[in-house]
């Protein structure tokens, strides 16, 4: 079975930082392409980064670019988010998730990023 479990969500000033992680089981992590999307109150599911299996190629959405970086550790299964430069607009669930691109697939249950001064 499947299991993603986020974490590391909290409240944050604008221009504070969060590292968010995702513990993953029940599939072959070191092979397969993991993503990060998030969903803001009141919006639909968006994409925010993704990184292939191996590690050496990274994507993100135009709204995170030079702000959030995606990284992952395969000895201990596990994805990371790291968010520096925080904004308001970056206030969502965030979810860990399977493949490449979209929003589509098996996804964790979240964890909550809030930015507000």
């Known amino acids: 079975e499947v299991q993603l479990v986020e974490s590391g969500g909290g409240l944050v000033q604008p221009g504070g930082s969060l590292r968010l992680s995702c513990a993953s089981s029940g599939f072959d992590f070191i092979s397969t392409h993991m993503k990060w999307i998030r969903q803001a109150p009141g919006k639909e599911l968006e994409y925010v980064s993704s990184?292939?299996?191996?590690?050496?190629?990274?994507y993100y959405a135009d709204a995170v670019k030079g702000r959030f970086t995606i990284s992952r550790d395969d000895a201990e299964n596990t994805l990371y988010l790291q968010m520096n430069s925080l904004i308001t607009e970056d206030t969502a669930v965030y979810y860990c998730?399977?493949?490449?691109?979209?929003?589509?697939?098996?996804r964790g249950q979240g964890t909550q990023v809030t930015v507000s001064s």
């Open positions: 998730g399977i493949g490449l691109v979209g929003t589509a697939g098996p």
């Open positions: 990184i292939n299996s191996g590690g050496l190629t990274t």
